[in-house]
């Protein structure tokens, strides 16, 4: 990956959610844009879930702070897709660089992200009994286009009606 094309962490303390991928895509780390490769649900599904008012580009993901949503990667110094990425020691990263921000979700964008970072073997979908100081986690099925097959938007509405009920009864 080309240093000048890291995605920098999306982070401020208080976010309502922070969604974190394995690693960007190739696609993402040329454009230095989260999300960006075709396919991607990832845009689509903020808007259908009313975490956003509107579908964003990938372009604009620095506005998501204004929704409440930050935004990192379990492997920021490494971008591709699944086998390509070399997991092993990033994963212990994850936990010291979300606490001091402290939002009240980390999401998992796909199973992947969630076993590396918490060093597991196995791991459901949904709410997870873990967390990382105050922040609750939960495990997303992965927007990318290569994972269509495994696809639940049911899931991500789940964390979405979550991050809207703890702010409403804050």
């Not at 394995?22 to 991607?40: D, K, L, T």
């Not at 709410?127 to 994972?147: E, I, K, N, Y």
């Not at 899931?155 to 409403?168: G, N």
Request: aromatic share 10%; proline share 6%; with cysteine.
């Amino acid at each position: 990956m080309d240093p000048n094309a890291k995605l920098e962490d999306l982070l401020i303390p208080g976010l309502d959610l922070v969604v974190c991928g394995s690693a960007a895509s190739s696609v993402s780390a040329e454009r230095g844009q989260y999300y960006a490769g075709p396919g991607n649900r990832f845009w689509s599904v903020l808007e259908d879930t009313g975490l956003t008012p509107r579908r964003l580009q990938p372009s604009e993901y620095r506005s998501l702070l204004e929704h409440g949503i930050g935004l990192t990667d379990v492997v920021k110094n490494q971008a591709g897709v699944g086998n390509g990425i070399n997991f092993p020691g990033h994963g212990a990263t994850l936990e010291p660089r979300i606490r001091p921000y402290s939002p009240r979700f980390l999401c998992f964008n796909g199973k992947r992200a969630a076993l590396e970072a918490l060093g597991l073997r196995r791991v459901s979908y949904g709410l997870q009994s873990t967390m990382f100081g105050s922040t609750r986690l939960f495990v997303a099925p992965s927007t990318s286009a290569a994972a269509r097959r495994w696809w639940d938007t049911g899931l991500w509405q789940q964390v979405a009606d979550l991050v809207r009920w703890h702010s409403d009864t804050s």
